[in-house]
């Protein structure tokens, strides 16, 4: 199991890193125990966390209203609450993690 999420009784929680600001929204790897993402979205009026939640729905084909921001609103370090009991989805999470010759 990848380190940056923990299942529960209604899906998953992850724990990242965001970098809002990007030139382009993508999953740069781990960051200690968190998934590390930039954001092509500036850092005002919640425009970041939208972007994120935009990006988590599209890279795990799921609807945004799985997701919730359940920590971390204005800061860099989030967690986001999945609520999904797909049996692929850990195979799905863990996906989100370029292989080291992608982040290369």
Known sequence: MAPFYQPTGQGYLLRLTVVPGAQRTQVVGLYGDRLKVRLAAPPEKGSANRELIDFLARSLNLPKS?????????????????????????????????????SA
Do not use: C, M
């Open 66 to 102: 799985s997701f919730k921001l359940t920590a971390g609103a204005q800061s860099r370090s989030k967690v986001v609450a999945v609520s999904n009991l797909s049996p692929d989805l850990s195979d799905r999470l863990g996906r989100l993690v370029p292989s080291p010759k992608e």
